[in-house]
């Protein structure tokens, strides 16, 4: 299928976004939002998690958002 398979621990992910590896929910759905433009925060958390993770890996490939 030609998909790559990443593994990115939680801290790393949160200070992609934040600056800060220790960052809680609520600042990372807030970063997500900023970043997106987006007018409300990522709801369910596990919305804003699969948000987060995809802008990590986005963002360590080089990809423009």
């Known amino acids: 299928s030609g998909a790559a398979v990443k593994n990115y621990a939680a801290t790393r992910i949160k200070k992609s976004l934040t600056g800060n ?5 609520q600042q990372m759905q807030r970063a997500i939002r900023t970043v997106l433009a ?15 993770i ?12």
Do not use: T
């Open 21 to 25: 590896g220790r960052a809680g929910k």
């Open 54 to 65: 995809a802008l990590c890996c986005a963002a360590e490939s080089g990809k423009k958002l």
């Open 38 to 52: 987006l007018s409300e925060l990522p709801e369910p958390a596990d919305v804003a998690d699969a948000i987060a």
